[in-house]
């Protein structure tokens, strides 16, 4: 079964840290960018992070560059979305998401519905 689980989501205080976890089973890992999207209320979903998990590249929405740090374990088929600094807008629904075709910025910036493989998200709550 194709499965993309996350886990990690809290409540956190402005300025503090938190580390996000996207478990992938069910498909060929190396072969997708994997990354996060996140959501609150009446916006659309934006991408965040992704990342090359062959290779290990990466990329980062402006708004999170210096902040959040993208990895993976390919051996436990695992990426990592480690988020420090955060701040109140950082608030919302973190979605695990997977593609074969889109890579890098293209990834990032592509609309959500276009990216092949999603989980069922993680709340992140910030408290200012």
């Known amino acids: 079964e194709v499965q993309l689980v996350e886990s990690g989501g809290a409540l956190v205080q402005a300025g503090g840290s938190l580390r996000l976890s996207c478990a992938a089973s069910?498909?060929?890992?190396?072969?997708?960018?994997i990354g996060w999207f996140r959501q609150v209320p009446g916006k659309e979903r934006e991408g965040v992070a992704c990342?090359?998990?062959?290779?290990?590249?990466?990329d980062y929405a402006d708004s999170v560059k210096g902040r959040f740090t993208i990895s993976r374990i390919r051996a436990k088929r695992t990426v990592y979305l480690q988020m420090t600094n955060l701040k109140p807008e950082d608030m919302g629904v973190y979605f695990c998401?997977?593609?074969?075709?889109?890579?890098?910025?293209?990834?990032?910036?592509?609309?959500?519905?276009?990216?092949?493989?999603w989980g069922l998200g993680t709340l992140v709550t910030v408290s200012s």
């Open positions: 069910g498909f060929a890992f190396d072969d997708y960018t």
């Open positions: 998401a997977a593609d074969r075709s889109l890579h890098g910025v293209s990834w990032l910036m592509a609309p959500y519905k276009q990216l092949e493989l």
């Open positions: 990342i090359n998990p062959s290779v290990g590249t990466t």
